[in-house]
């Protein structure tokens, strides 16, 4: 009976997986084919890959979101959204993609709150004066006397600058009067301070990527371009619904560009699919199913429900790790390269941790494990999602980075530090809980999680040393010193010490169970810092990671961890589970 619950588990959930949204939609002859636009090259913030990826990004920094619904309430893919934007389809004005949640923003746009807080540019254009002007006097300022209407302000004109400068690299000057060309040419002068894409590969007699229309204008110099001429064509075909004409021009251009140049399709349709697959965020799903099925067969000792979750998690992690192995092959480097990646890689090693808890420790986990992996994994690929809404997160590295070595050494050894430590201050968490809110937490159950967290923070402490040893030998080869007492180092540093205290604290016997697990959630709040709070600081050698939404989902997982450690300090007396030492 097992055995078939198991299989039957294995199965929905592949078919789940594999069939939602993987394949594209069916595609008549006569539709625009928007299956085969979506795999041809571009290349922007030095990386080539499809239009499905460029698109997803754009509209992610836009909208936070990978689709966007039309007038009539259909969905439609970032792709689409893409092309009718590019081409200047009327109705693309309409479309609701800019983000904008502050009400004092929206004032000032003569805006209303709305459901989702999603505007279309149609409705942002009375007052993008206003937001101009608003945005120079912000960026005028120094941060320190920028308010939240500032920062919101800029926010917005970002947004409203990356779509304009976009819009405008892909504007077709055929149709420009002879009097506005030379105006149309000084404005692309002034965007190649920005990154725009490059839509145009290296062809016959040409060896770069090229803007289309820098290619256009080329054109008009009688240097004809036929690559950008039938892209050009592509466009004017969907700004006016012509699919025979759209699908004719695409097919001109994917086999010319196919006999010039067909090492540019290297990895595109790979790439395509795993945007399609979406593992990570169904992964996410799936962690979560994991930790609500657990929590109750751990809380009711059901094994049943442990077992299944044991089931679900391993489910998830197959295509989780397929994912990272993925990004690791698309965009050349170990597994760890930013905030982002390091999100996932810590998430995936946390889950990982969690299995091999189920299978070391046996019944005596009692579903811990998937606890572990479940909030862990779930958490972790959350954080990543609203990450991943800075752009490309395959981008390229910066030069002081760009090398294999130090990225697969000291950056995974590092992460898997951060991993181990958030483990066992999570098992810190669940044991405070357990042990004050609950009786599940007997003399045996305490024991067990005591162990589980002894185990990891030693293992903690041995990797969060070595990395930040092989941290400050890539420091001394890249900027020619050891040690600066930077801020990320300083935050490096701070977890092996406060993994070592807690080893010495336990030697010592000025801590036993409880003590462990309260230093263990304070664990959390160290690396936390480490991990994302030096990067607010925007200072040091380290600080590339910058983001400035994290600061308030920091400040909150801070101060419930700071909370937890509270109430593991409440006397044991009023523990309801008597077990605790």
Known sequence: MRKTIIN???????VWFFQSGVKPPKEAATDFQLNAFAHLPVKFDGRKKPIDTFARNFLTVLSDKQSVRSADGNRISATQWLLDTVSGRPEAMDYAVFRIEN??????????ERKRFRYSYRELLPNLGKLDTAARSAYGKED???????????????????????????????????EQLMATAQRYTRLENYSIPLVIPPGSGNPRWRPL?????STHAARPDPLAAEFAAMLAASRTGE???????????GAQLQTENPAVFE???????????GAFMKSASLYLLVFVLSLFGWLFRKEGLVGAARTLMVCAFVPHTFAIVARSFLSGYPPVTNLYSSAIFIGWAAVAAGIIIEIGFRKRSAGMGNLVGG????ATLLIAHFLAGDGDTMEQMRAVLDTRFWLATHVITISLGYMATFVSGTIGVFYIFSGLLTRRLDKETAENMYRMMYGTTCFALLFSFVGTVLGGLWADDSWGRFWGWDPKENGALLIVLWNAIMLHARYGGMVKDRGFAVMAVAGNIVTAWSWFGVNQLSVGLHSYGFTQSASFWLTVFVSTQFVVVLLGLVPARLWRSGATR
């Open 213 to 217: 229309m820098s290619s256009l204008l």
């Open 144 to 178: 320190r006397q920028r308010d939240l209407y500032d920062k919101q302000i800029m926010k917005v004109a970002n947004k409203i600058y990356l779509f304009q400068n976009i819009m405008a690299s892909f504007e077709d000057p055929s149709g420009i009067p002879q």
């Open 267 to 277: 990895k595109l349709s790979f790439e395509v699919f795993y945007n399609r697959l």
């Open 103 to 112: 009400l004092d923003v929206l004032s000032s746009l003569g805006l209303e």
């Open 375 to 378: 909030i862990a994994g779930f």
């Open 243 to 253: 699919a025979t004409s759209f699908n004719d021009a695409l097919h001109k251009y």
């Open 8 to 14: 039957t588990i294995v199965v929905l959930f592949a």
